[in-house]
């Protein structure tokens, strides 16, 4: 049974830095992309980055410079680091995985980043 967890969001005054990390388990990171998304209030669910399984990433325009996507294969683990938070950023913010094997996509439950003006 593949699971994603999500943690580390919270509420943090503009300006600062929050990581969230996503647990993977059932599936592993090594061999499959995997994004994170965010959703904020009335809008719909939009891609901040993703990485590969080598390790390439990308970014919404929005986050460049700022937000950093990590992955540490090894604890099946995949890093947000968001730097320079904005209000803009107030989202709930969602893991996601492709099985490259099943072309199923497995979501994490969400954790909610509050940024304060």
């Known amino acids: 049974q593949v699971q994603l967890v999500e943690s580390g969001g919270g509420l943090v005054q503009a300006g600062g830095s929050l990581r969230l990390s996503c647990v993977a388990s059932?599936?592993?990171?090594?061999?499959?992309?995997v994004g994170w998304y965010r959703q904020a209030p009335l809008k719909q669910r939009e891609l901040v980055a993703s990485?590969?399984?080598?390790?390439?990433?990308m970014y919404a325009d929005s986050v460049k410079g700022r937000f950093t996507i990590s992955k540490d294969n090894a604890k099946n683990t995949v890093y947000l680091q968001m730097n320079n938070l904005k209000p803009e950023d107030n989202a709930v913010y969602f893991c996601k995985i492709v099985s490259l094997s099943t072309r199923v996509d497995y979501w994490g439950q969400g954790t909610q980043v509050t940024v304060s003006s």
């Open positions: 059932g599936i592993g990171l090594n061999t499959n992309p």
């Open positions: 990485i590969n399984s080598g390790g390439g990433s």
